[in-house]
């Protein structure tokens, strides 16, 4: 363990957080930074960043920030270094990416800093994974081959916590919404054919059961969007939500979930909609992040359902356009920071 701390619940013993660096050449290293620089503000965990830390320091002196950065060799000592210094578990580039230039030479050290994150949740040694942003492209030339950071994460959560696979589901979260899109990177075109009932009941498992585990929400309402405009007006404008969506709602009512729709996605969003659900399941990736970085472009959380340890992201990219000027806000990975911790403090509460 290291140490006590306050997650705003209570003051509890267990393990810091591992925060992965994402692409060097990203903003991922500017805002960690920016972050520990806002640790008492917004009464931070203590987390280590799992990166290169000559990497670190070259990006604070590019920036003008005033954050010293201490090297750690064991995940532990992250406590007793928080209050001084942003503690970093070294993970060497092999070449030193320039801001705003993303380098393939980099992927092999940024695959390497998720996996040890992972290994280190999986062993308890870590109170929960919050990851940088990433850049699919770098991370292919280093032979990645995983279509995004979630199915990778899977896949580690069935090496590093054997015993059953998973199927991770992508939550997009703030204060005022939290949504899941059903398909996620699939062409429009190809998203009717990609919608079953077995994969909504299974989404919608994993949806309440996080939002009770996780969110701590005793009996979480789950509403669901149509496919069509008007939720298909009962197969005048498709046949979507009358064959494959409806009948999969009954399926999980069955279930004992609560759950209702499909609904018309042109209304669900409004506020007074979102007073009558807890979450709403999304046929398709812009139907769901639409609205929510629409509500919460800064503050939105992306985090990964349906894993054995919490995970949680900042919801943006790795915005090299804006990489190594100092302007890139902080906002969404201190709230990852902060929800991941509430997740961990919820999940170890019902243990």
Same mark, same amino acid.
Request: hydrophobic residues 45%; negative net charge; charged residues 20%.
């Given at each position: ?213 996780? !969110? &701590? +929400? #005793?009996?979480?309402? /789950? @509403? ?6 008007? %939720? ?87 915005? !090299? &356009? +804006? #990489?190594?000027?100092? /302007? @890139? ?6 709230? %990852? ?15």
């Amino acid at each position: 363990m290291a140490g006590q701390y306050s997650t705003g619940r209570a003051v509890v013993d267990w393990p810091p957080l591992a925060l992965t660096m994402g692409d060097p050449a990203g903003i991922g290293l500017e805002i960690s930074l920016m972050a520990w620089r806002e640790r008492t503000r917004w009464s931070l965990p203590p987390f280590a960043l799992v990166g290169d830390a000559g990497a670190v320091r070259e990006r604070a002196r590019l920036i003008g920030a005033d954050v010293p950065v201490v090297g750690i060799a064991d995940l532990a000592e992250t406590a007793g270094r928080f209050g001084a210094a942003l503690p970093v578990l070294d993970v060497p580039l092999a070449e030193r990416a320039e801001a705003g230039k993303p380098d393939s030479r980099s992927g092999k050290a940024v695959i390497h800093s998720i996996e040890t994150a992972t290994a280190l949740v999986c062993r308890g040694e870590a109170a929960a994974i919050v990851t940088n942003p990433i850049a699919k492209s770098v991370l292919y030339a280093a032979g990645f081959a995983h279509p995004g950071h979630t199915e990778f994460l899977a896949a580690l959560a069935g090496q590093h916590c054997p015993g059953r696979s998973y199927h991770p589901v992508m939550m997009l979260a703030s204060d005022e919404l939290r949504v899941v899109p059903l398909t996620v990177h699939v062409p429009v075109a190809s998203v009717p054919a990609a919608i079953t009932g077995t994969l909504i009941v299974e989404t919608l498992d994993i949806m309440a059961s996080a939002l009770t585990h996780d !969110f &701590d +929400i #005793a009996a979480p309402r /789950i @509403a669901v969007a149509g496919l069509n405009p008007h %939720a298909g007006e009962a197969g005048t404008i498709g046949c979507e939500d009358r064959d494959v969506i409806a009948p999969a709602i009954v399926q999980a009512r069955a279930k004992g979930l609560a759950v209702s729709g499909p609904h018309s996605a042109d209304t669900l969003f409004h506020a007074e909609a979102r007073r009558h659900y807890d979450g709403v399941l999304c046929m398709y990736h812009d139907q769901a992040l639409i609205p929510i970085k629409t509500l919460s472009f800064d503050t939105g959380v992306n985090v990964t359902l349906g894993l054995p340890f919490v995970r949680t992201s900042p919801d943006h990219g790795t915005a !090299f &356009d +804006i #990489a190594g000027k100092g /302007i @890139a806000s902080p906002l969404s990975l201190i709230e %990852a920071l902060r929800m991941a911790d509430r997740h961990a403090a919820n999940r170890a509460a019902r243990r």
